[in-house]
């Protein structure tokens, strides 16, 4: 179940989002280079070098209303009760738009989500993570 900041309760209305049928998962989260330890605990990261092709976790889209970079604007984004990023600025308004649209206000939305990346480059680095939602910002239904 997603976490929940001090001062929200957890009345929130969890609804489901429909999948958009589309490969890869057509939202792609920001910031997921802040919660690299995050991501690698629910994809099950083991250190392999090919890393990790995971495409069937659950997230839940979190209203941040108190986030200082994005006030009343931003979208949080949990695995397993974990932080793993957040919506762009644009998909963030996108999303509480298309909300509003199917009249919901204040609600966690559920989806399916992929994590890829991880791997070992050539050069010994740790390649970068991406997260992706199955969500379709202008037209998805619950």
Known sequence: FPSHDKGNTMSEEIIKIQSSYAEPYPLQVQGESHYKENIE??????????????????????????????????????????????????????????????????VIGECMASVKGGFIKKSGEQADYGVRLDVSLEDFTV
């Open 41 to 106: 605990d629910v994809s099950n990261y083991m250190g392999e070098d090919d890393g990790v092709d995971v495409d069937d976790l659950t997230a839940w889209l979190i209203l941040d209303n108190d986030n200082p970079y994005d006030p009343g604007n931003a979208v949080r984004v949990e695995i397993d009760g974990k932080v793993v990023g957040h919506l762009s600025k644009g998909d963030a308004k996108k999303y509480r738009a298309r909300l509003n649209v199917l009249g919901f206000s204040n």
